[in-house]
Protein backbone atom coordinates (compact mmCIF):
# COMPACT_ATOMS: atom_id res chain seq x y z
CA UNK A 1 0.00 0.00 0.00
CA UNK A 2 3.43 2.27 0.97
CA UNK A 3 4.41 1.33 -2.36
CA UNK A 4 1.11 2.65 -4.50
CA UNK A 5 1.52 5.71 -1.94
CA UNK A 6 4.70 6.59 -3.38
CA UNK A 7 3.65 5.80 -7.29
CA UNK A 8 0.79 7.80 -7.07
CA UNK A 9 3.03 10.83 -5.19
CA UNK A 10 5.54 10.33 -8.10
CA UNK A 11 3.00 10.89 -11.14
CA UNK A 12 1.57 13.89 -9.52
CA UNK A 13 5.00 15.39 -9.22
CA UNK A 14 5.82 14.08 -12.76
CA UNK A 15 2.01 15.60 -13.75
CA UNK A 16 3.08 18.60 -12.37
CA UNK A 17 6.48 19.02 -13.86
CA UNK A 18 5.40 17.97 -17.12
CA UNK A 19 2.52 19.92 -17.34
CA UNK A 20 4.52 22.84 -16.37
CA UNK A 21 7.29 22.54 -18.29
CA UNK A 22 5.49 22.09 -21.79
CA UNK A 23 3.52 25.37 -21.19
CA UNK A 24 6.56 26.73 -19.93
CA UNK A 25 8.41 26.13 -22.98
CA UNK A 26 5.70 26.72 -24.72
CA UNK A 27 4.95 30.25 -23.70
CA UNK A 28 8.23 30.96 -22.67
CA UNK A 29 9.88 30.51 -26.59
CA UNK A 30 7.34 32.67 -27.27
CA UNK A 31 7.89 35.15 -24.68
CA UNK A 32 11.75 34.50 -25.95
CA UNK A 33 10.91 34.91 -29.47
CA UNK A 34 8.46 38.18 -29.64
CA UNK A 35 10.76 40.35 -27.26
CA UNK A 36 14.60 39.57 -28.63
CA UNK A 37 17.32 38.63 -27.29
CA UNK A 38 18.31 42.24 -25.92
CA UNK A 39 14.71 42.54 -24.34
CA UNK A 40 14.82 38.91 -22.90
CA UNK A 41 18.14 38.65 -22.38
CA UNK A 42 17.34 42.23 -19.64
CA UNK A 43 14.22 40.11 -18.14
CA UNK A 44 16.72 36.63 -17.22
CA UNK A 45 19.74 38.75 -16.41
CA UNK A 46 17.02 39.98 -13.29
CA UNK A 47 15.92 36.69 -12.83
CA UNK A 48 19.67 35.60 -12.34
CA UNK A 49 20.26 38.38 -10.11
CA UNK A 50 17.32 37.52 -7.87
CA UNK A 51 18.18 34.18 -7.74
CA UNK A 52 21.39 34.65 -6.37
CA UNK A 53 19.56 36.78 -3.71
CA UNK A 54 17.59 33.91 -2.86
CA UNK A 55 20.16 31.64 -1.70
CA UNK A 56 19.15 33.28 1.75
CA UNK A 57 16.05 31.25 1.59
CA UNK A 58 17.96 27.80 1.68
CA UNK A 59 18.81 28.31 5.94
CA UNK A 60 15.49 26.54 5.70
CA UNK A 61 16.04 23.37 4.08
CA UNK A 62 12.70 21.50 3.07
CA UNK A 63 13.99 17.97 3.39
CA UNK A 64 15.07 18.85 7.38
CA UNK A 65 11.80 20.58 7.61
CA UNK A 66 10.34 16.90 7.12
CA UNK A 67 12.48 15.26 9.27
CA UNK A 68 10.52 17.90 12.13
CA UNK A 69 6.85 16.20 12.04
CA UNK A 70 5.96 13.94 14.70
CA UNK A 71 2.10 14.59 15.54
CA UNK A 72 -0.36 17.29 13.62
CA UNK A 73 -1.12 19.79 17.07
CA UNK A 74 3.51 19.62 17.08
CA UNK A 75 3.19 20.00 13.36
CA UNK A 76 1.15 23.09 12.94
CA UNK A 77 3.35 24.77 15.11
CA UNK A 78 6.69 23.71 12.76
CA UNK A 79 4.76 24.40 9.43
CA UNK A 80 3.84 28.35 11.12
CA UNK A 81 7.13 28.80 12.21
CA UNK A 82 9.04 27.68 9.05
CA UNK A 83 6.79 29.83 7.29
CA UNK A 84 7.36 33.00 9.27
CA UNK A 85 11.38 32.37 8.83
CA UNK A 86 11.23 31.95 5.43
CA UNK A 87 8.72 35.00 4.89
CA UNK A 88 11.21 37.11 7.89
CA UNK A 89 14.43 35.85 4.78
CA UNK A 90 12.00 37.27 1.73
CA UNK A 91 11.48 40.73 3.59
CA UNK A 92 15.56 40.61 4.03
CA UNK A 93 15.78 40.03 0.13
CA UNK A 94 13.90 42.52 -0.64
CA UNK A 95 15.82 45.56 1.43
CA UNK A 96 19.29 43.85 -0.29
CA UNK A 97 17.72 43.95 -3.65
CA UNK A 98 16.43 47.14 -3.60
CA UNK A 99 19.82 48.76 -1.80
CA UNK A 100 21.67 46.70 -5.27
CA UNK A 101 19.34 48.91 -7.46
CA UNK A 102 20.27 52.02 -5.68
CA UNK A 103 24.16 50.72 -6.20
CA UNK A 104 24.06 50.14 -9.58
CA UNK A 105 22.33 53.07 -11.45
CA UNK A 106 20.93 51.34 -14.17
CA UNK A 107 19.86 53.56 -16.73
CA UNK A 108 17.13 50.88 -17.66
CA UNK A 109 13.45 52.04 -15.76
CA UNK A 110 12.01 48.59 -17.06
CA UNK A 111 14.81 46.79 -15.42
CA UNK A 112 14.54 47.92 -12.17
CA UNK A 113 10.88 47.32 -12.44
CA UNK A 114 11.17 44.03 -13.14
CA UNK A 115 13.33 43.69 -10.77
CA UNK A 116 11.41 45.08 -7.85
CA UNK A 117 8.78 42.98 -8.53
CA UNK A 118 10.64 40.25 -9.05
CA UNK A 119 11.75 40.41 -5.57
CA UNK A 120 8.30 40.51 -4.42
CA UNK A 121 7.28 37.86 -5.99
CA UNK A 122 9.67 35.72 -3.65
CA UNK A 123 8.06 37.41 -0.55
CA UNK A 124 4.56 35.80 -2.25
CA UNK A 125 6.11 32.47 -3.02
CA UNK A 126 7.40 31.53 0.37
CA UNK A 127 3.40 32.51 2.29
CA UNK A 128 2.75 28.80 1.72
CA UNK A 129 5.97 27.23 2.00
CA UNK A 130 5.23 25.23 5.13
CA UNK A 131 1.70 23.94 3.81
CA UNK A 132 3.72 22.73 0.41
CA UNK A 133 6.01 20.93 2.38
CA UNK A 134 3.72 19.44 4.84
CA UNK A 135 1.56 17.94 1.54
CA UNK A 136 4.76 16.35 0.12
CA UNK A 137 5.40 14.69 3.34
CA UNK A 138 2.03 13.03 3.62
CA UNK A 139 2.76 11.95 -0.32
CA UNK A 140 -0.59 14.33 -1.12
CA UNK A 141 1.72 16.12 -3.69
CA UNK A 142 -2.03 16.43 -5.67
CA UNK A 143 -3.19 19.22 -3.76
CA UNK A 144 0.50 21.54 -4.27
CA UNK A 145 0.51 20.69 -8.13
CA UNK A 146 -3.02 21.41 -8.82
CA UNK A 147 -2.95 24.86 -7.11
CA UNK A 148 0.10 25.57 -8.89
CA UNK A 149 -1.03 24.25 -12.34
CA UNK A 150 -3.86 26.56 -11.70
CA UNK A 151 -1.78 29.49 -11.43
CA UNK A 152 0.85 28.68 -13.37
CA UNK A 153 -2.13 28.15 -16.52
CA UNK A 154 -3.34 31.96 -15.38
CA UNK A 155 0.11 33.41 -15.56
CA UNK A 156 0.93 32.12 -19.29
CA UNK A 157 -2.12 33.13 -20.48
CA UNK A 158 -1.92 36.95 -18.65
CA UNK A 159 1.68 36.34 -20.67
CA UNK A 160 -0.40 35.73 -23.70
CA UNK A 161 -2.38 38.41 -23.42
CA UNK A 162 0.95 40.77 -22.68
CA UNK A 163 2.10 39.31 -26.22
CA UNK A 164 -0.66 39.76 -28.34
CA UNK A 165 -1.28 43.35 -26.89
CA UNK A 166 2.32 43.94 -27.21
CA UNK A 167 2.81 44.96 -23.45
CA UNK A 168 7.13 45.47 -22.42
CA UNK A 169 8.79 42.89 -20.77
CA UNK A 170 8.06 43.70 -17.33
CA UNK A 171 4.45 42.48 -17.59
CA UNK A 172 5.77 39.03 -17.74
CA UNK A 173 6.60 39.76 -13.80
CA UNK A 174 3.60 40.87 -13.39
CA UNK A 175 2.54 37.79 -14.89
CA UNK A 176 4.25 35.89 -12.38
CA UNK A 177 2.59 37.99 -9.64
CA UNK A 178 -0.51 37.58 -10.24
CA UNK A 179 -0.69 34.05 -11.06
CA UNK A 180 1.14 33.80 -7.04
CA UNK A 181 -1.61 34.99 -5.72
CA UNK A 182 -4.09 32.90 -6.62
CA UNK A 183 -1.84 30.01 -6.01
CA UNK A 184 -2.35 31.39 -2.56
CA UNK A 185 -5.61 31.40 -2.29
CA UNK A 186 -5.99 27.70 -3.63
CA UNK A 187 -3.83 26.20 -1.53
CA UNK A 188 -4.90 27.74 1.57
CA UNK A 189 -8.65 26.59 0.94
CA UNK A 190 -7.22 23.56 0.06
CA UNK A 191 -5.14 22.74 3.21
CA UNK A 192 -7.76 24.10 5.24
CA UNK A 193 -9.96 21.76 3.96
CA UNK A 194 -8.23 18.68 4.20
CA UNK A 195 -6.80 19.50 7.69
CA UNK A 196 -9.65 22.29 9.45
CA UNK A 197 -7.33 25.44 9.97
CA UNK A 198 -5.35 27.47 7.70
CA UNK A 199 -1.91 26.62 9.71
CA UNK A 200 -1.26 30.03 10.75
CA UNK A 201 -3.04 29.97 14.13
CA UNK A 202 -0.66 27.30 15.84
CA UNK A 203 -0.78 28.51 19.47
CA UNK A 204 3.16 29.07 19.58
CA UNK A 205 5.96 29.82 17.24
CA UNK A 206 8.44 27.13 18.05
CA UNK A 207 11.67 29.01 18.32
CA UNK A 208 13.61 25.84 19.41
CA UNK A 209 12.46 23.50 16.44
CA UNK A 210 13.39 26.64 13.83
CA UNK A 211 17.12 27.52 14.98
CA UNK A 212 17.71 23.81 15.03
CA UNK A 213 16.28 23.24 11.14
CA UNK A 214 18.47 25.94 10.58
CA UNK A 215 21.27 24.55 12.03
CA UNK A 216 21.07 21.63 10.61
CA UNK A 217 19.95 23.12 7.08
CA UNK A 218 23.37 25.13 7.65
CA UNK A 219 25.57 22.58 5.57
CA UNK A 220 22.64 22.26 3.01
CA UNK A 221 22.10 26.03 2.33
CA UNK A 222 25.87 26.26 1.64
CA UNK A 223 25.74 23.49 -0.65
CA UNK A 224 22.99 25.25 -1.77
CA UNK A 225 24.36 28.62 -2.54
CA UNK A 226 27.27 27.85 -4.29
CA UNK A 227 24.89 25.43 -6.71
CA UNK A 228 22.98 28.48 -6.90
CA UNK A 229 26.21 30.78 -7.64
CA UNK A 230 27.62 28.53 -10.07
CA UNK A 231 24.76 28.09 -11.92
CA UNK A 232 23.77 31.66 -12.22
CA UNK A 233 27.32 32.88 -12.61
CA UNK A 234 27.15 32.41 -16.29
CA UNK A 235 24.36 34.48 -16.71
CA UNK A 236 26.06 37.19 -14.91
CA UNK A 237 29.45 37.05 -16.31
CA UNK A 238 27.98 36.81 -19.85
CA UNK A 239 26.46 40.08 -18.80
CA UNK A 240 28.96 41.58 -17.56
CA UNK A 241 31.50 40.74 -20.45
CA UNK A 242 29.48 40.60 -23.22
CA UNK A 243 25.98 42.26 -23.14
CA UNK A 244 22.64 41.74 -21.61
CA UNK A 245 21.78 39.76 -25.54
CA UNK A 246 24.17 37.08 -24.97
CA UNK A 247 22.49 36.26 -21.72
CA UNK A 248 19.17 35.82 -23.59
CA UNK A 249 20.47 33.50 -26.24
CA UNK A 250 22.36 31.80 -23.35
CA UNK A 251 18.95 31.60 -21.41
CA UNK A 252 16.98 30.11 -24.02
CA UNK A 253 19.38 27.01 -24.22
CA UNK A 254 18.78 26.64 -20.40
CA UNK A 255 15.38 26.82 -21.21
CA UNK A 256 15.28 24.19 -23.58
CA UNK A 257 17.46 22.36 -21.13
CA UNK A 258 15.12 22.20 -18.22
CA UNK A 259 12.64 19.66 -20.48
CA UNK A 260 15.46 16.98 -19.69
CA UNK A 261 15.39 17.34 -16.00
CA UNK A 262 11.54 17.02 -15.77
CA UNK A 263 12.22 13.59 -13.90
CA UNK A 264 14.80 14.85 -10.98
CA UNK A 265 12.79 16.37 -8.58
CA UNK A 266 9.49 13.81 -8.35
CA UNK A 267 12.29 10.82 -8.28
CA UNK A 268 14.19 12.46 -5.48
CA UNK A 269 11.07 13.54 -3.62
CA UNK A 270 9.01 10.36 -3.91
CA UNK A 271 12.26 7.97 -2.90
CA UNK A 272 13.21 10.19 -0.63
CA UNK A 273 11.31 8.40 3.33
CA UNK A 274 11.81 5.06 1.59
CA UNK A 275 15.43 5.31 1.10
CA UNK A 276 15.77 7.01 4.52
CA UNK A 277 13.90 3.56 6.68
CA UNK A 278 15.53 1.45 3.87
CA UNK A 279 19.14 2.68 5.28
CA UNK A 280 18.01 2.40 8.68
CA UNK A 281 16.75 -1.22 8.27
CA UNK A 282 19.61 -2.76 6.45
CA UNK A 283 22.16 -0.90 5.21
CA UNK A 284 23.80 -3.40 2.73
CA UNK A 285 20.55 -3.63 0.93
CA UNK A 286 20.06 0.32 0.58
CA UNK A 287 23.56 0.12 -1.41
CA UNK A 288 22.07 -2.38 -3.67
CA UNK A 289 19.29 -0.32 -4.11
CA UNK A 290 21.65 2.62 -4.40
CA UNK A 291 23.32 1.34 -6.84
CA UNK A 292 20.58 -0.62 -9.13
CA UNK A 293 18.24 2.67 -9.34
CA UNK A 294 21.53 4.71 -10.20
CA UNK A 295 22.48 2.35 -13.50
CA UNK A 296 19.17 2.39 -14.84
CA UNK A 297 18.60 6.14 -14.32
CA UNK A 298 22.27 6.70 -15.96
CA UNK A 299 21.38 4.19 -18.45
CA UNK A 300 18.60 6.25 -19.70
CA UNK A 301 19.72 9.59 -19.75
CA UNK A 302 22.63 8.53 -21.78
CA UNK A 303 20.30 7.74 -24.41
CA UNK A 304 18.25 10.90 -24.36
CA UNK A 305 22.26 12.25 -24.82
CA UNK A 306 23.25 10.54 -27.43
CA UNK A 307 20.07 11.08 -29.36
CA UNK A 308 20.24 15.15 -28.78
CA UNK A 309 23.39 14.92 -30.36
CA UNK A 310 22.40 12.82 -33.25
CA UNK A 311 19.96 15.51 -34.21
CA UNK A 312 20.77 17.39 -36.84
CA UNK A 313 20.72 21.42 -36.19
CA UNK A 314 18.24 21.63 -38.76
CA UNK A 315 15.57 19.95 -37.00
CA UNK A 316 16.11 22.70 -34.25
CA UNK A 317 15.42 25.55 -36.50
CA UNK A 318 11.82 24.22 -37.68
CA UNK A 319 10.53 25.47 -33.75
CA UNK A 320 13.27 28.39 -32.93
CA UNK A 321 13.38 31.58 -34.64
CA UNK A 322 16.51 32.33 -36.31
CA UNK A 323 18.11 35.02 -33.66
CA UNK A 324 18.50 32.34 -31.22
CA UNK A 325 20.36 29.41 -33.43
CA UNK A 326 23.28 29.65 -31.63
CA UNK A 327 21.67 28.71 -28.60
CA UNK A 328 21.53 25.01 -30.36
CA UNK A 329 25.42 24.51 -29.69
CA UNK A 330 24.90 25.50 -26.29
CA UNK A 331 22.20 23.36 -25.45
CA UNK A 332 24.04 20.70 -27.39
CA UNK A 333 27.18 20.96 -24.38
CA UNK A 334 24.49 22.12 -21.45
CA UNK A 335 23.01 18.41 -21.82
CA UNK A 336 26.16 16.70 -20.82
CA UNK A 337 25.38 18.46 -17.33
CA UNK A 338 22.10 17.21 -17.52
CA UNK A 339 23.50 13.38 -18.10
CA UNK A 340 26.01 14.42 -15.25
CA UNK A 341 22.80 15.81 -12.78
CA UNK A 342 21.02 11.97 -13.45
CA UNK A 343 24.07 9.73 -12.71
CA UNK A 344 24.07 11.99 -8.94
CA UNK A 345 20.37 12.08 -8.79
CA UNK A 346 20.28 10.24 -5.42
CA UNK A 347 23.81 12.18 -4.38
CA UNK A 348 21.89 15.14 -1.76
CA UNK A 349 19.52 12.29 -0.53
CA UNK A 350 22.25 10.19 0.77
CA UNK A 351 24.21 12.18 2.51
CA UNK A 352 21.29 14.52 3.99
CA UNK A 353 20.20 10.37 5.13
CA UNK A 354 23.34 9.51 6.59
CA UNK A 355 23.65 13.30 8.29
CA UNK A 356 26.98 14.51 6.09
CA UNK A 357 25.32 17.05 4.36
CA UNK A 358 29.07 18.96 4.69
CA UNK A 359 30.15 16.86 2.32
CA UNK A 360 28.01 18.61 -0.06
CA UNK A 361 28.69 21.95 1.18
CA UNK A 362 32.52 21.48 0.63
CA UNK A 363 32.25 19.99 -3.04
CA UNK A 364 30.06 23.16 -3.77
CA UNK A 365 32.07 25.77 -2.43
CA UNK A 366 34.92 23.91 -4.15
CA UNK A 367 33.76 23.97 -7.77
CA UNK A 368 31.76 27.27 -7.05
CA UNK A 369 35.21 29.21 -7.24
CA UNK A 370 36.47 26.77 -10.08
CA UNK A 371 33.00 27.80 -12.40
CA UNK A 372 33.97 31.03 -11.81
CA UNK A 373 37.61 30.45 -12.75
CA UNK A 374 36.96 28.74 -15.91
CA UNK A 375 34.03 31.41 -16.56
CA UNK A 376 36.65 34.06 -16.69
CA UNK A 377 38.82 31.99 -18.85
CA UNK A 378 36.41 30.31 -21.34
CA UNK A 379 34.21 33.43 -21.92
CA UNK A 380 37.33 35.22 -23.25
CA UNK A 381 38.09 32.53 -25.58
CA UNK A 382 34.97 30.75 -26.51
CA UNK A 383 32.57 33.20 -26.27
CA UNK A 384 28.72 31.70 -25.01
CA UNK A 385 29.65 28.19 -25.56
CA UNK A 386 32.73 29.24 -23.08
CA UNK A 387 30.40 29.53 -19.89
CA UNK A 388 28.42 26.22 -21.16
CA UNK A 389 31.51 24.30 -21.32
CA UNK A 390 32.39 25.98 -17.35
CA UNK A 391 29.23 24.75 -16.01
CA UNK A 392 29.36 21.35 -17.42
CA UNK A 393 33.29 20.76 -16.68
CA UNK A 394 31.96 22.23 -12.85
CA UNK A 395 29.19 19.86 -12.71
CA UNK A 396 31.65 16.72 -13.34
CA UNK A 397 33.72 17.78 -11.02
CA UNK A 398 31.40 19.25 -8.37
CA UNK A 399 28.31 15.68 -8.93
CA UNK A 400 31.00 13.23 -8.93
CA UNK A 401 34.60 13.34 -9.01
CA UNK A 402 35.47 15.14 -5.91
CA UNK A 403 33.73 12.56 -4.02
CA UNK A 404 36.35 10.67 -4.53
CA UNK A 405 38.39 12.66 -2.10
CA UNK A 406 36.33 12.99 0.83
CA UNK A 407 35.77 10.23 2.97
CA UNK A 408 32.62 9.79 2.80
CA UNK A 409 32.06 10.25 -0.55
CA UNK A 410 34.03 7.48 -1.86
CA UNK A 411 31.13 4.50 -2.13
CA UNK A 412 28.90 6.93 -3.91
CA UNK A 413 31.72 8.39 -6.65
CA UNK A 414 32.13 4.62 -6.98
CA UNK A 415 28.89 3.93 -7.82
CA UNK A 416 28.33 6.64 -9.97
CA UNK A 417 31.45 5.75 -11.74
CA UNK A 418 30.57 2.38 -12.15
CA UNK A 419 27.35 3.17 -13.79
CA UNK A 420 28.64 5.50 -15.92
CA UNK A 421 31.16 2.71 -17.03
CA UNK A 422 28.44 0.15 -17.49
CA UNK A 423 25.83 2.67 -19.34
CA UNK A 424 28.14 2.39 -22.27
CA UNK A 425 27.64 -1.38 -22.18
CA UNK A 426 24.08 -2.02 -21.58
CA UNK A 427 23.99 -5.48 -21.47
CA UNK A 428 25.65 -5.38 -18.10
CA UNK A 429 23.13 -3.82 -16.47
CA UNK A 430 20.74 -5.60 -17.94
CA UNK A 431 22.24 -8.78 -16.94
CA UNK A 432 22.20 -7.53 -13.09
CA UNK A 433 18.64 -6.51 -13.25
CA UNK A 434 17.83 -10.01 -13.97
CA UNK A 435 20.16 -11.27 -11.45
CA UNK A 436 18.34 -9.21 -9.06
CA UNK A 437 14.81 -10.08 -9.66
CA UNK A 438 15.29 -13.77 -9.55
Known sequence: MKINAEFKNALWLIFDKVLLLLLNIFIGVKVAFHYGPAEYGMYEYAVSIETILCILLTLVDPRVVKKKYLSFQKDLSVIRSVTIVKLKLSIIILVFGLIFLILIKDDSQQFSIIFS?????????????????????????????????????????????????????????????????????????????????????????????????????????????????????????????????????????????TVTTILIQPIQVTLFPRMKKLFLVDQDMYFKHYESLTEIITLASLLVVLLVWLLPDQLFLHVIAISYVSSISIFKILILGVFFMYVAIFRSSHYTIIGETKVMAISQILSCFLNIILNILFISHYGVSGAALATVTTQFLSLILLDLFIPNGKRVASIELRSIARSLYPPIILRRLHRNSI
Do not use: C, W
Open 117 to 257: LLLLNTFLTNITFGHENYFEYHLKSKIPVLSNNASKVVSLVFQLFSIALGYPVLFIAVALLSGNAIRIVILLYLFKKEYGTTGYNAEKYDNKAVIGIIKESAPLAIAAAASIIYMKTDQLMLGMILGKSQVGIYSFAVKLI
